[in-house]
């Protein structure tokens, strides 16, 4: 590693020295893990000016202990199906950081699930839980378990099966799970129960996420849509632009996407598309959200009904055109890497004025970069599609005081959540050289909490 006391009259020289060594060391720990290394690389290309500013961070190790996790649980999930046949599928806890607070983070059940993707995740999770201001620790976990087309019995089997093991490392002050995509109320009750089960007791503190009835916070199925269009809704304020009298594109139609287009229609903002993995529907007069939610969520049925109800509306086969679409607003809420180049390119070309990340690192690198060099606003992941995790938090609050605030009581800290992620954001950005940088702003400033409680803690 860099000699410190020999490069400590160059700073930047030092810092930038320092990150490339870190980063060639997890390249070669982590080779082939391109959803890892793609969220590193973003992360520490942010962070020079940090530790040309603050040395003593060299000093500490802190970025190779942060890009380390604690642990990695792996373990397998054998499970029956309806006929009887014995299926087995690989689980993952990728327990990354607990310096701010117990493990935090969702579980996903998608096919494209490896451990590439889990690290990616819990690393982002990082820097998203450190900036809602909440007491909590980052994790992800999950499985390539596939549950479209699979029964109800089918599905209670396998999250029984996948939580016997995975409880074992779990906890209200150690490791509290919540949902993600292809985990909803449905698998998380399972989840609880199962994990109730085996412990012998209730305790609602273990996951977030629940129903309402049996320990969930209301307005969490809202969280990180309605957060992802307030942190927005600051961005555009500040260079006054505003959702009202905006057309906007949301890619997806679960429940990041549905909230977000609920609540950008609710601002003013008329959405002219959304999608699923099938295709996209359009509109130039406006979704109906109503519409949409009928579908997805109380007939499960593809996006491609929505003709059924809207004759004028137009249905495309595969979702990936919709970025030729013209927008002022994108808000990208389906999956990594979902919006890469070309389609940045079109949006451009279209007249995009903003783009907010509701799913976790849907935009690819290269077209991150086009929409900064054309002057383009945009909301990270990490501080935009923070108020799921932060009303999680919430709902971590309400089990361990054993009460329940209502849906406005939770919006409203919402709100002022994703306000105070902003404020942070631009403050970090503008005081380390990159003023109305948000990317920056948001590595920064989720950096700098999770670094200071490091050096607090000592090396461990």
Same mark, same amino acid.
């Given at each position: 590693?860099?000699?410190?006391? &020999? ?16 980063? %060639?060391?997890? $390249? ?6 391109? &959803? ?10 942010? /962070?020079?000016?940090? !530790?040309? =500013? *603050? ?24 499970? %029956? ?10 689980? @993952? ?76 490392? /779990? ?13 909803? +109320? +449905? %698998? ?6 199962? @994990? ?29 849509? @309605? ?9 555009? =304020? ?8 905006? $057309? ?33 529907? @359009? ?15 109380? &007939?499960?049925? +593809? ?67 086009? !929409? ?36 406005? &009581? ?32 948001? *590595? ?17």
């Amino acid at each position: 590693m860099t000699n410190i006391n &020999e490069t400590y009259n160059d700073p930047k020289k030092l810092a930038n020295d320092y990150v490339h060594e870190v980063y %060639e060391e997890v $390249k070669k720990r982590n080779a082939g893990e391109s &959803e890892f290394l793609q969220a590193t690389r973003e992360i520490f290309d942010s /962070l020079r000016p940090v !530790f040309a =500013k *603050n040395p003593h961070y060299i000093e500490d190790g802190i970025l190779e202990r942060l890009t380390e996790p604690d642990r990695i649980i792996t373990f397998r999930v054998a499970w %029956e199906d309806d006929q009887g046949k014995v299926h087995v599928n690989r689980g @993952y806890r990728v327990q990354f950081n607990s310096e701010l607070g117990p493990y935090k983070g969702g579980i996903r059940f998608h096919p494209s699930v490896n451990l590439s993707i889990m690290k990616f995740l819990a690393f982002e999770q990082i820097f998203k839980n450190s900036l809602t201001g909440q007491p909590i620790g980052a994790g992800k976990g999950g499985s390539d378990f596939d549950p479209k087309n699979k029964s109800e019995r089918e599905i209670m089997r396998f999250v029984q099966s996948f939580m016997t093991e995975l409880s074992k490392y /779990l906890g209200p002050d150690l490791d509290v799970p919540a949902g993600d995509i292809g985990v909803g +109320r +449905r %698998e998380v009750g399972y989840m609880t129960g199962q @994990y109730n089960r085996i412990h012998g007791g209730f305790e609602p503190g273990v996951f977030t996420g629940k129903d309402p009835n049996y320990g969930g916070s209301l307005g969490r199925k809202e969280a990180t849509g @309605y957060g992802t269009v307030y942190f927005a809704e600051e961005m555009l =304020k500040t260079n006054d632009l505003h959702f009202k009298g905006s $057309k906007v594109i949301v890619s997806g139609s679960g429940n990041v996407s549905t909230y977000a287009m609920e609540k950008a229609i609710e601002l003013g903002a008329t959405v002219i598309a959304c999608s699923d993995s099938g295709g996209y529907i @359009y509109d130039e007069n406006g979704i109906d959200v109503e519409t949409v939610k009928q579908i997805k969520e109380v &007939e499960g049925e +593809r996006i491609k009904k929505y003709r059924k109800y809207h004759s004028t509306a137009k249905y495309v086969e595969g979702c990936e055109d919709i970025w030729s679409l013209s927008c002022d607003i994108a808000l990208p809420c389906a999956t990594q890497n979902e919006l890469d180049e070309a389609a940045a390119v079109k949006l451009i070309e279209n007249g995009l004025k903003a783009v907010a990340e509701g799913a976790n690192m849907p935009c690819t690198q290269e077209a991150i970069n086009l !929409f900064k060099e054309h002057k383009i606003l945009f909301a990270p992941a990490k501080a935009a599609n923070a108020g799921g995790v932060a009303v999680s938090a919430m709902e971590m609050s309400q089990n361990s005081m054993r009460l329940s605030w209502t849906t406005e &009581e939770v919006d409203e800290r919402l709100h002022t959540v994703m306000k105070n992620i902003y404020a942070s954001c631009l403050q970090a950005a503008e005081e380390y050289g990159h003023p109305g940088d948000l990317v920056v702003g948001a *590595n920064i400033a989720g950096f700098l909490k999770v670094a200071n409680a490091m050096v607090s803690h000592g090396i461990r």
